[in-house]
């Protein structure tokens, strides 16, 4: 099993381009998480989906958007990227409700927005 | 805001001396988590405590949830150049359905 997977695994773009990180799991996990981790800040949620067909907004979700393509992929688009995007973006999953279960975390996408 | 404040944020030792990393809540949390981040890499899951008072160890690892399930604690007992990354904590404030990450502990070791 390859566990959580991320592409890319690094990416520079410019402010205004767009771009989708992809996030797939081979765990039949029903939960999915994208979060982003910047310097002193830990990790903060962006968005989950705690099944398939179903997201919510975590504690930073402005400017992104998400879709859950099905039970295995949990997309994030970034629609016009600004320099305060620069992070590091992981995806995560888990077997049952986002906030009992163990998460189980890609190895991340290193994003620069210059 | 933050809502679950983790501290140190960095802190360098010694081998073989001791670590310990303090995570606490204003509020109550109804269990916590803790991840450990090597350099470079993805967090990776460690344990998670329940109950109040509860007490977990894991080889030279103790973690600790506080009688009032407000703090919680893991300390690193003679720590090895193994040990070093950083330590998060993320609970789950009651009523809520989501995780909270503390800021980390970065754990860095003189050999």
């Known amino acids: 099993n390859a566990g959580v997977t991320q592409t890319p695994k690094f990416q520079v773009l410019k402010t205004g381009q767009s771009m989708t990180l992809q996030c797939a799991q081979d765990m039949n996990h029903n939960s999915m998480y994208w979060y982003r981790q910047d310097p002193g800040m830990g990790l903060r949620l962006i968005y989950y989906s705690a099944s398939e067909g179903t997201t919510d907004k975590g504690e930073v979700p402005n400017g992104y958007n998400v879709s859950r393509l099905n039970k295995r992929e949990f997309s994030l688009r970034l629609e016009s990227a600004a320099p305060s995007q620069t992070s590091v973006y992981f995806c995560?999953?888990?077997?049952?409700?986002?906030?009992?279960?163990?998460?189980?975390f890609g190895p991340g996408t290193r994003l620069t927005v210059l | 805001g933050q809502q679950v404040m983790q501290i140190p944020q960095y802190q360098h030792v010694q081998e073989g001396e001791d670590f310990t990393t303090y995570c606490n809540s204003s509020t109550t949390l109804s269990n916590i988590q803790w991840y450990k981040q090597r350099p470079g890499g993805h967090p990776v899951f460690l344990i998670q405590l329940v109950k109040s008072g509860e007490v977990k160890k894991q080889k030279r690892l103790t973690f600790q949830f506080g009688e009032a399930k407000k703090n919680s604690s893991l300390h690193i007992t003679a720590t090895q150049t193994t040990d070093v990354g950083t330590y998060f904590c993320a609970g789950r404030l009651q009523g809520a359905q989501k995780l909270v990450f503390g800021q980390g502990t970065r754990l860095t070791i003189n050999p």
């Open positions: 995560a999953s888990s077997v049952g409700t986002p906030s009992i279960s163990t998460q189980y």
